[in-house]
Structures are given as C-alpha cells and as structure tokens.
C-alpha cells in the first residue's frame, strides 16, 4: 500500500460551489473540466498558483472531455446541449477554440 501525502493544492475561488468534473493528464500538466464550464490547464510544479490557461467552454453544462492526440495538444470536449468543441492548445487563447460542431435536433 502506498502512503500519499498533499503537497500542494488549489480551490476555486469563488462564493459559488464549483466541482471538477473530470481530471486529464497532460505530459505538460493536468487539466480538468468544471461546473463552471471552463476547461483550465495547470502547471503541475505550482498548483496553487491557478490555472496558466482558463477556456470558457460554450456546452451549457459540460459533460466530458478527452485528449485527442498523442502529443496532448488538442483536447475534445463535449456538453449535455449537443455541441463538440476541438480544443488546440499550442494556440494563443484566444484562438484555442479549433473547431466546434453541434447535433441536428
């Protein structure tokens, strides 16, 4: 059995609860989903410095995400309002968003 210790951490800082739906592991980083529909990406040395990078995800509420390459820098996510977005994250920020498709209803 392993004995784990916490050596570091961060909180959402927020008055509203916000959960962590899902956690990626990048070669780069973790990166995770929240309830608060943002994709965020970390630097695993500084976590309690916050996310380097906050996308704002367009789901309504977002249901999972996944890395897409091999070199993980393209992530694919997806919400409970049909849409898919293509995340490249070698782009500026502001860019990020690579494509986004959404279902026929």
């Given at each position: 059995m392993y004995s784990l210790n916490c050596i570091d951490e961060y909180r959402i800082p927020t008055r509203e609860e916000v959960y962590?739906?899902?956690?990626?592991?990048?070669?780069?980083?973790?990166?995770?989903?929240?309830s608060d529909q943002k994709l965020s990406l970390f630097n695993p040395l500084s976590l309690k410095a916050g996310p380097t990078v906050n996308l704002v995800t367009s789901h309504g509420n977002i249901s999972c995400a996944r890395a897409f390459d091999a070199a993980n820098s393209v992530v694919c996510t997806a919400g409970e309002n049909g849409t898919i977005s293509l995340w490249d994250l070698r782009r500026d920020v502001r860019q990020a968003r690579a494509a986004q498709f959404t279902t026929g209803k």
């Open positions: 962590v739906l899902d956690i990626i592991p990048f070669t780069s980083g973790p990166a995770t989903i929240s």
